[in-house]
């Protein structure tokens, strides 16, 4: 049974850091992609960033390009989303997500966009708030 536990989320000021975790089980991770998600209130759910589990290749999308770094500790079996120099506009629920079809992997490839249809696992996700 795949289950996926997003943490580390909470309040921070603009400029400031937070790093998101997501402990995954019930699964190989070499064979999975693993995305982070994000929504504001009000807003459609955006792909932030993914890992594929099959050579570690990364995408992020250009609102955080720069700024988020996504790794993995296979040993662990997480996947930590950095973010670093946080906007207000990065205000929103995180949730991770694991695709296993390798549709993920070919987009990460050709450099996105993500598409959440692709994940049929997901966190509970965290929210994240960048005060101003």
């Known amino acids: 049974d795949v289950q996926l536990q997003a943490s580390g989320g909470g309040l921070v000021q603009a400029g400031g850091s937070l790093r998101l975790s997501c402990a995954a089980s019930?699964?190989?991770?070499?064979?999975?992609?693993i995305g982070w998600f994000r929504q504001a209130p009000g807003k459609e759910r955006e792909g932030v960033s993914c890992i594929t589990g099959s050579d570690g290749s990364t995408y992020y999308a250009d609102s955080v390009k720069g700024r988020f770094t996504i790794s993995s500790d296979n040993g662990k079996n997480t996947v930590y989303l950095q973010m670093n120099s946080l906007k207000p506009e990065d205000t929103a629920v995180y949730y991770c997500?694991?695709?296993?079809?390798?549709?993920?992997?070919?987009?990460?490839?050709?450099?996105?966009?993500?598409?959440?249809?692709?994940?049929?696992?997901w966190g509970q996700g965290t929210l994240v708030t960048v005060s101003s």
């Open positions: 019930g699964f190989t991770f070499d064979d999975y992609a």
């Open positions: 997500a694991a695709d296993p079809s390798g549709s993920s992997d070919d987009r990460v490839r050709l450099g996105g966009p993500l598409t959440d249809h692709d994940f049929g696992s």
